[in-house]
């Protein structure tokens, strides 16, 4: 089993609609959590942050639920330009009492007209 | 400032061959990571150097060797390819040493195809 999971899509929404992806992840002891964007062939970008007290950019909001381990991103309004992946990523406990980020298999999103 | 920069963009191997991905970063940061994606697999570690002069593996290590040349190149070489090594190859570097916690920026990505 992967340690962190995505439903992997494709999410196919209107403009201007209202669409929320989940992530779960399997190490209680994880920290740091992630969205990245990954647009078609091109390098991952972040997208935001994921704080215990749920934050929000604009039309996209993050929120972490350490009891039942996923996080969530919620985006409003979609635009023609959300279309992407997005990709969950989790710090997980590592070797050595590192962390290492893993990432999930990312949800693709497509908006249209 | 050009961030992480990667070299070359494309590349296709006979199986045995060898070769070495190059990355570099201006922003001086600690951490540099590499990792390896396929289709419906998302991203997958291959080895991390969380600061100048360490290097530890990843999830899939197997095949693959690092060199941290100095803070800025962290070079990825693969002795023997396989055509199971097909795939897209990202570099990326953080600011903070193990990188908990830290915003990751990622290079363009070298495409290799191992026949």
């Known amino acids: 089993r992967k340690e962190v999971e995505q439903d992997p899509g494709p999410f196919n929404v209107p403009e201007g609609a209202t669409v929320a992806f989940n992530c779960t992840y399997s190490n209680s002891a994880s920290q740091s959590f992630f969205w990245y964007r990954q647009d078609c062939r091109k390098e991952p970008k972040l997208l935001m942050s994921v704080y215990s007290s749920g934050n929000e950019d604009g039309r996209f909001t993050a929120q972490l639920n350490r009891a039942s381990q996923y996080i969530s991103l919620l985006i409003r309004d979609s635009k023609l330009s959300d279309s992407a992946t997005y990709l969950c990523v989790v710090n997980v406990p590592w070797a050595g009492g590192s962390y290492i980020p893993t990432f999930g298999r990312g949800t693709s999103l497509i908006v249209h007209p | 400032n050009a961030g992480v920069t990667q070299t070359p963009k494309f590349q296709v191997l006979k199986t045995g061959q060898s070769m070495t991905l190059q990355c570099a970063q201006d922003?001086?940061?600690?951490?540099m990571y590499w990792y390896r994606q396929d289709p419906g697999m998302g991203l997958r570690l291959i080895y991390y150097s969380a600061s100048e002069g360490t290097t530890d593996k990843g999830e899939v290590p197997n095949g693959y060797n690092v060199s941290r040349l100095n803070k800025r190149e962290f070079s990825l070489r693969l002795e023997s390819a396989a055509p199971s090594q097909t795939s897209v190859y990202f570099c990326a570097s953080s600011d903070r040493r193990g990188a908990n916690g830290d915003t990751q920026y990622f290079g363009p990505g070298t495409r290799l195809t191992v026949l």
């Open positions: 922003m001086n940061h600690n951490s």
